[in-house]
């Protein structure tokens, strides 16, 4: 595996040594080891698994306080553009975001930290997301950023007309008025 250092400290991009042959491929997606090696030890506690359609964009979505998680995302089938945004007050990178295209043919992870939202958006006629998580789904604690803040910038590659979204990320709120990390 290579660990790859992103523009925003803590955020890496994983990529996997795939083995191609007649029978298909094999790769290691997840080796605890080289994972603490290269990012340090996270405890994952909860497998997540989301299929989605063409244009539909989850987030930006995260857990506030006792309950902010990191993640470990990748796509299974399909492809997509895959967003962090860093959230933490305190950080020299806060507002910005790192943007990575996740497919099943580049079979890229990316890992997220606490203190960052994070969404995607579907580029293929449907996707299969799977993530680890390091904390407990708290429906109490969570909360969403607009995906289309201005404030963030954030190139999304579909015209925001042909987006489809919950009218929960609807209701998001803006950077500057969402609850943020220290």
């Known amino acids: ?53 063409y244009g539909v964009l989850r987030g930006l979505h995260y857990q506030k306080g006792e ?15 895959d967003v962090a945004v860093d959230i933490r007050k305190s950080s020299p990178t806060f507002g910005k975001h790192v943007a990575v295209e996740l497919s099943e043919d580049n079979k890229r992870q990316l890992f997220i930290p606490r203190g960052f939202a994070h969404g995607f958006l579907v580029l293929s006629q449907e996707a299969i997301f799977t993530y680890k998580v390091d904390n407990i789904y708290a429906p109490q604690s969570e909360a969403s950023i607009r995906f289309d803040d201005p404030d963030l910038n954030i190139n ?27």
């Open 1 to 53: 595996m290579e660990f790859i250092k992103t523009d925003i400290e803590g955020v890496y991009i994983i990529e996997p040594k795939v083995f191609n042959d007649a029978r298909g491929y094999f790769f290691e997606a997840f080796k605890q080891g080289e994972f603490e090696k290269n990012i340090g030890k996270v405890d994952f506690v909860q497998d997540n698994e989301s299929k989605s359609s």
């Open 67 to 81: 309950f902010s998680q990191a993640k470990l995302v990748r796509v299974i089938k399909g492809k997509v553009i």
């Open 156 to 182: 999304w590659p579909i015209s925001k007309d042909n987006v489809l979204t919950s009218e929960k990320d609807l209701k998001g709120k803006s950077l500057a008025e969402a609850e943020l990390f220290d």
